[in-house]
């Protein structure tokens, strides 16, 4: 008896691959890093997707044919959780991927990843190498031109600039930073912002506590106040009660 082949929408695309997000601590935080600083920044479009460690399907059919960036921004798609990213149903590929590559990984990275991204048309592919363990220099990107990837040349401070998303891509310390290249503004990583977070809180404690210590002042004041005029209606009433007296033996 003949097998009856499988229709296609019954192919199974698995979501987890059981594998660690990044395999050290740098690595993990600066994929957020990245991935939140994106999403922040594309909050207000309604048409760019960002998103990191998601497979990303590219063969409708075939489940092997299947990548999983550690960052990647797409541009024309609705916003919106995803299980996975299926081209064939997306319509579009990324227009920047990046990598936070480790010797572990730079084999794929440099190679099997590179050839599919260039043959999928990704516009731009950034390689980070934050512990420095094989790429120099630290930061690598590369951006189509025709059909092949050229390289891109640093500025001279080695940073990369992105014209897909308008920004410029800078090593600082062991970490990657993201800086808007219109403006210079850099967009803060999160302990960054959970630092100035924090900050606002206990500056807000602190006007919280001046105002209660300022409210405690006003109202000591208008006690003082109110005592004080008592002391003065009590006064008043004694004297006019003295004026009277003396008033009385005086008719007397």
């Known amino acids: 008896m003949a097998a009856i082949p499988l229709r296609r929408d019954y192919v199974i695309y698995p979501e987890p691959d059981g594998q660690p997000m990044a395999e050290t601590d740098l690595h993990r935080e600066e994929m957020v890093d990245l991935i939140a600083g994106l999403q922040r920044r594309y909050r207000p479009a309604p048409d760019v997707y960002v998103a990191g460690n998601l497979f990303f399907y590219y063969r409708q059919g075939d489940p092997r044919s299947v990548v999983a960036p550690d960052v990647f921004l797409v541009q024309g798609v609705p916003k919106g959780r995803r299980r996975v990213y299926k081209l064939w149903e997306e319509g579009k590929v990324p227009a920047l991927v990046i990598e936070v590559t480790s010797d572990s ?72 930073r993201l800086i ?49 005029e008592e002391r003065t209606r009590v006064l008043e009433r004694e004297l006019a009660r003295l004026r009277r007296e003396l008033e009385g033996r005086k008719g007397g």
Not at 182 to 208: F, K, T, Y
């Open 105 to 176: 990984t730079r084999s794929e990275d440099v190679s099997d990843k590179k050839r599919t991204y260039e043959r999928l048309g990704v516009e731009e592919y950034f390689l980070h190498d934050p512990l420095g363990d094989y790429l120099n220099p630290r930061l690598q990107g590369h951006r189509l031109s025709g059909a092949r990837y050229k390289a891109m040349r640093p500025m001279a401070d080695g940073s990369l600039q992105s014209l897909s998303t308008g920004l410029t891509l800078r090593v600082e310390g062991p970490k990657l």
């Open 180 to 228: 808007d290249t219109a403006s210079g503004e850099p967009l803060p990583w999160v302990e960054e912002l959970d630092a100035r977070a924090l900050e606002a809180q206990e500056r807000a404690e602190i006007e919280a506590a001046a105002r209660q210590v300022a409210e405690a002042a006003r109202q000591a004041a208008d006690a003082a106040r109110q005592a004080a």
